[in-house]
């Protein structure tokens, strides 16, 4: 059975075993849910029948797991657990059945907390997750966290001694939920976290992220926060420097910063033309420490630009070389994006910075096999029609029915980010194991599906995505890249992050 973390009722997490409540899934999950950071830990645990341990034994060893593992409060429900209530050291409440917790225990107690739900089926847990639960419409994306940790293991293995590692959580992690994306990332002590605005930053410090951040889009507006959440901006440029150096001198306090070069994206960055100016503001400014200087590769992924790739490193390192020389510093640089980690190991330097990589895909296609995808989007039929041969399907009528069809409504539009650019045959997802084109033009809150010759019923589940058809290939049929479909999915679509 599978652990899933998802959002609940009142601000808080679930983390939903519902089925199952052996020793040693019951051990890993009282573990997982110690390694979420901040708020309240709360457990809701039924009697324990899976187990040849002397009934006190037992449950003595549960108070010592919840102690050793820093959990708040539990709630036991079942016989046994009031037969050994006067065992439980922590802040505990007992119920006979889970029809008396569900009768009796407002649900209004339950806020900011992370509450893991782990029961015997026969006590029918499930009702309790659904009680709990936030309610959201029927699609959901699930993150699979064991695939997160194996993408970040393979690309940790590539890394030189002593190359540091930053993994992009910027755009709420790809799509995936930046929170629960950086915590695992915590755990597994990478160096760095990196977010395009701060806010984003700001977010994951108040859910209790302490690895450093940089931000890569820091307006002046924003830096009051970058100094109150301990966050740290990239400069770009000397107007951006100058109103940092403002605001740091009036509230008398030092900053960390990360220099960006443009060695050839022509996006952000500094160029060698202001390499005099920049360094004396710096000299006269000891309270601007800089941590690292590094620079965007615009073609890794490609070998037609390998000449490209290596003048933009060879220009990056000669404006790096004099910053650091003209300031008397060594800083952490570095260059590489997820295509270079693979196709230029040579370009480490200091720190490679991961990003679409950890998600499961790789730009380049040489090591594929090797990653996992991690989300899958699914939803549901809401209802099924039968449609005569000529009939039209959705708005504009450009669906039509080359035979007697069936027609499955299914509960994803376009303001999930499901595109319209997936109409009418575009793509065709999974309903009971077999592919259904999409028929007719997407719509905002749903869209239908040729169910034709398969075995279907309402409220069956549809693949949107995932093992099959896989992000590529939806990204392929509308010629976008597996990045716009991600981030595109909208946050009224339901996150589950679980583990096997």
């Given at each position: 059975?599978?652990?899933?973390?998802?959002?609940?009722?009142?601000?808080?997490?679930?983390?939903?075993?519902?089925?199952n409540?052996?020793?040693?899934?019951?051990?890993?999950?009282?573990?997982?849910?110690?390694?979420?950071?901040?708020?309240?830990?709360?457990?809701?645990?039924?009697?324990?029948?899976?187990?040849?341990?002397?009934?006190?034994?037992?449950?003595?060893?549960?108070?010592?797991?919840?102690?050793?593992?820093?959990?708040?409060?539990?709630?036991?429900?079942?016989?046994?657990?009031?037969?050994?209530?006067?065992?439980?050291?922590?802040e505990?409440?007992?119920?006979k059945?889970t029809?008396?917790?569900?009768?009796?225990?407002?649900?209004?107690?339950?806020?900011?907390?992370?509450?893991?739900?782990?029961?015997?089926?026969?006590?029918?847990?499930?009702?309790?997750?659904n009680?709990?639960?936030e309610?959201?419409?029927?699609?959901?994306?699930?993150?699979?966290m064991?695939?997160?940790?194996?993408?970040?293991?393979?690309?940790?293995?590539?890394?030189?001694?002593?190359?540091?590692?930053?993994?992009?959580?910027?755009?709420?992690?790809?799509?995936s939920?930046?929170?629960?994306?950086?915590?695992?990332?915590?755990?597994?002590?990478?160096?760095?976290?990196?977010?395009?605005?701060?806010?984003?930053?700001?977010?994951?410090?108040?859910?209790?992220?302490?690895?450093?951040?940089m931000?890569?889009?820091?307006?002046?507006?924003?830096?009051?926060?970058?100094?109150?959440?301990?966050?740290?901006?990239?400069?770009?440029?000397?107007?951006?420097?100058?109103?940092?150096?403002?605001?740091?001198?009036?509230?008398?306090?030092?900053?960390?910063?990360?220099?960006?070069?443009?060695?050839?994206?022509?996006?952000?960055?500094?160029?060698?033309?202001?390499?005099?100016?920049?360094?004396?503001?710096?000299?006269?400014?000891?309270?601007?420490?800089?941590?690292?200087?590094?620079?965007?590769?615009?073609?890794?992924?490609?070998?037609?630009?390998?000449?490209?790739?290596?003048?933009?490193?060879?220009?990056?390192?000669?404006?790096?070389?004099?910053?650091?020389?003209?300031?008397?510093?060594?800083?952490?640089?570095?260059?590489?994006?997820?295509?270079?980690?693979?196709?230029?190991?040579?370009?480490?330097?200091?720190?490679?910075?991961?990003?679409?990589?950890?998600?499961?895909?790789?730009?380049?296609?040489?090591?594929?096999?090797?990653?996992?995808?991690?989300?899958t989007?699914?939803?549901?039929?809401?209802?099924?029609?039968?449609?005569?041969?000529?009939?039209?399907?959705?708005?504009?009528?450009?669906?039509?029915?080359?035979?007697?069809?069936?027609?499955?409504?299914?509960?994803?539009?376009?303001?999930d980010?499901?595109?319209r650019?997936?109409?009418?045959?575009?793509?065709?997802?999974?309903?009971?194991?077999?592919?259904?084109?999409?028929?007719?033009?997407?719509?905002?809150?749903?869209?239908?599906l040729?169910i034709?010759?398969?075995?279907?019923?309402?409220?069956?589940?549809?693949?949107?995505?995932?093992?099959?058809?896989?992000?590529?290939?939806?990204?392929?049929?509308?010629?976008?890249?597996?990045y716009?479909?991600?981030?595109?999915?909208?946050?009224?679509?339901?996150?589950?992050?679980?583990?096997?």
């Amino acid at each position: 059975m599978r652990l899933g973390l998802k959002k609940g009722i009142n601000n808080c997490y679930l983390i939903d075993g519902s089925f199952n409540n052996d020793l040693s899934g019951l051990q890993r999950a009282i573990e997982f849910l110690k390694n979420q950071p901040g708020q309240t830990k709360c457990v809701i645990l039924s009697d324990i029948h899976q187990s040849d341990i002397e009934e006190k034994e037992l449950y003595r060893w549960l108070n010592e797991i919840l102690v050793e593992n820093q959990i708040d409060t539990m709630i036991g429900i079942g016989e046994e657990m009031i037969r050994n209530a006067s065992l439980f050291s922590i802040e505990s409440e007992f119920f006979k059945t889970t029809n008396q917790f569900l009768n009796e225990k407002l649900t209004e107690n339950f806020k900011n907390e992370i509450i893991l739900i782990k029961g015997t089926r026969s006590f029918g847990f499930e009702r309790i997750s659904n009680v709990l639960s936030e309610k959201t419409h029927r699609t959901v994306l699930e993150i699979n966290m064991d695939a997160v940790t194996h993408n970040l293991s393979f690309y940790k293995s590539k890394l030189k001694d002593g190359v540091k590692l930053m993994v992009m959580v910027k755009a709420a992690a790809y799509g995936s939920s930046g929170f629960e994306i950086a915590n695992l990332l915590q755990i597994n002590q990478v160096d760095y976290l990196a977010v395009a605005f701060v806010d984003e930053g700001v977010e994951l410090r108040k859910h209790g992220i302490e690895t450093p951040i940089m931000v890569m889009n820091v307006a002046p507006e924003s830096f009051s926060n970058i100094l109150k959440y301990n966050l740290e901006p990239e400069v770009y440029s000397l107007g951006q420097l100058k109103q940092l150096i403002d605001f740091i001198n009036n509230e008398e306090k030092g900053i960390k910063i990360h220099i960006e070069i443009d060695s050839g994206m022509r996006r952000l960055g500094f160029e060698e033309k202001h390499y005099d100016e920049l360094t004396t503001i710096l000299k006269e400014n000891p309270s601007i420490q800089v941590v690292s200087i590094y620079s965007h590769l615009a073609g890794a992924d490609e070998e037609k630009h390998n000449d490209f790739t290596k003048a933009q490193v060879e220009q990056f390192l000669l404006l790096a070389d004099k910053i650091e020389k003209a300031l008397k510093i060594h800083t952490i640089r570095h260059i590489l994006n997820s295509a270079g980690i693979i196709r230029f190991p040579e370009f480490q330097l200091d720190m490679i910075r991961l990003g679409i990589g950890l998600y499961g895909f790789e730009a380049c296609q040489l090591v594929q096999d090797e990653l996992r995808p991690i989300s899958t989007l699914k939803t549901v039929i809401s209802q099924i029609k039968n449609v005569k041969k000529g009939e039209t399907i959705g708005y504009s009528r450009v669906g039509v029915a080359t035979q007697d069809a069936r027609i499955a409504t299914i509960d994803i539009g376009y303001a999930d980010g499901f595109l319209r650019a997936f109409s009418n045959g575009k793509i065709s997802l999974l309903v009971n194991g077999k592919p259904a084109p999409v028929i007719g033009n997407i719509c905002m809150d749903m869209c239908m599906l040729d169910i034709t010759g398969i075995e279907a019923n309402e409220g069956d589940e549809v693949i949107v995505f995932g093992k099959n058809p896989s992000i590529k290939e939806l990204a392929d049929a509308i010629d976008t890249i597996p990045y716009e479909i991600l981030t595109n999915i909208s946050s009224r679509v339901t996150r589950v992050f679980y583990t096997n």
